[in-house]
Structure formats: structure tokens, C-alpha cells
């Protein structure tokens, strides 16, 4: 799987748009963009993927540059419940290979 | 509730001695995925099923891990000769493939204590 590179942290004022970003730079054209938080004292949490377009559900947009060697997670009014760490995945078979991940602190 | 659960949420144990935890999967997942962390650390993934058959292991899976998923549902883990280092939050996930796989649910781990 492709390496991926994240902020260990962030900050983000409650209310406004987060914006966390990563860089895959060795991906491969067959490896999906993943992102899962995991909040304090619980398990990961899927939040959304892609291949080569921009998705967005309820949660958050998953905003994939042109050639796919980075991505912005965005979630678009944050809260305080947003408060987690964040992983950024390239993967392309059945196993999750987590990183370390940004932790997102969002500010009252 | 029918989230993927674990038992027990957490376990003591002295170095030695065996230990297992069981998995329950969203009811109809055909995956079963095992990881494990450690404080500050993202997940590691250890192993993973498809309906009974185990069909990857990690290198982290030393020889007193074993895992099983007998009738494709519920997974145990056991871990033999406990040791300090096996000290970690042990995570268990499930997907269906019939809906791509890309969302893997996670329970909410077991925490093992080795003293």
C-alpha cells in the first residue's frame, strides 16, 4: 500500500470547515483514498473514500487532486464531537494499514 | 444495537498465562478483520477471514496467536504465554463484500492487560 503523510495535528475553531489534508504521493492508480477517525476509547469509525472523483456524504467531502497525490478531508461545520484522530489510507486489497494520523482539536 | 461487539472490553492477566477474546460481526458480514494498538499507535492489522477461512496473516501474528472463525460468524482470538509486550487494545472489524468492502465496522476493542 502507498504511503500516506499527515499533520500530527490541527486546530479548528467549532463551527467552521476543518480541512485536514494528506499526501499519497506513490499511488497507484487502482488504490482508493480512505478516511476513518477514531475518537477517544473507540474503535475506528469509516468515514468516506475515493478513486479519482471528489465524494461527499453525510458526513464529510473527500476532495482528491487531479493526479491523485493528494487529498483534503473536509468536514464541513466542525464540533466539538468532531474531536479525533484522523487517518488517511491508500489501499488497494482487503487490510486497512493505518499511519498515525492527525489529531483534530476542535476549539469551543 | 447490532454494531460489531467484543467481550470482554477489558482483561487483566498475569504474564503466562492464556487469554481469549471473542468477536461478534454485523450479522451477515462475510469479513472478519483482527487489529491491535498500542498506545499513541494507529491499528495494526493482524489477520482477517473470509466466511470460515483465514486468509491472511501479518508477521506481527507470532506462533502463540490464534485466531478462528468456525462457522463464519463470531471470530476468537487467543493469545498463548502472555507477555508484556502483548499489552494493547486488540480491535475487531467486519465488511461485506457483496457491497464493495470498502466500509470496515470496528467494535469498540478489547483491552488487554499483561502484568
Known amino acids: 500500500d502507498a504511503k500516506t503523510t499527515q499533520p500530527p495535528s490541527m486546530d479548528c475553531a467549532e463551527g467552521r470547515a476543518a480541512n485536514l489534508p494528506c499526501n499519497h504521493s506513490t499511488i497507484s492508480g487502482n488504490e482508493y483514498v480512505y478516511w476513518y477517525r477514531q475518537i477517544h476509547s473507540q474503535g475506528p469509525q469509516y468515514i468516506i473514500h475515493?478513486?479519482?472523483n471528489n465524494e461527499t456524504n453525510e458526513m464529510a467531502s473527500l476532495i482528491i487532486t487531479e493526479d491523485r497525490k493528494s487529498s483534503t478531508l473536509i468536514l464541513p461545520h466542525a464540533t466539538l464531537r468532531d474531536t479525533a484522530v484522523y487517518y488517511c489510507i491508500v489501499r488497494r486489497d482487503d487490510k486497512i494499514i493505518f499511519g498515525k494520523g492527525t489529531r483534530l482539536h476542535i476549539l469551543p | 444495537d447490532t454494531g460489531v461487539s467484543q467481550n470482554p472490553r477489558h482483561k487483566i492477566t498475569k504474564r503466562g498465562q492464556n487469554v481469549t477474546f471473542r468477536c461478534d460481526p454485523i450479522?451477515?458480514?462475510?469479513?472478519l478483520y483482527w487489529y491491535r494498538q498500542t498506545l499513541g499507535q494507529g491499528p495494526e492489522f493482524l489477520t482477517y477471514?473470509?466466511?470460515?477461512?483465514?486468509?491472511?496473516k501479518s508477521r506481527l501474528l507470532s506462533d502463540r496467536f490464534s485466531a478462528e472463525r468456525p462457522k463464519g460468524s463470531f471470530s476468537t482470538l487467543e493469545i498463548q504465554r502472555t507477555e508484556q509486550g502483548d499489552s494493547a487494545m486488540y480491535l475487531c472489524?467486519?465488511?461485506?463484500?457483496?457491497?464493495?468492502?470498502?466500509?470496515?465496522?470496528f467494535g469498540p476493542g478489547t483491552r488487554l492487560t499483561v502484568t
Open positions: 475515493g478513486l479519482k
Open positions: 450479522s451477515e458480514h462475510n469479513r
Open positions: 477471514f473470509q466466511n470460515e477461512a483465514q486468509l491472511e
Open positions: 472489524a467486519s465488511s461485506a463484500t457483496d457491497r464493495g468492502g470498502h466500509e470496515q465496522y
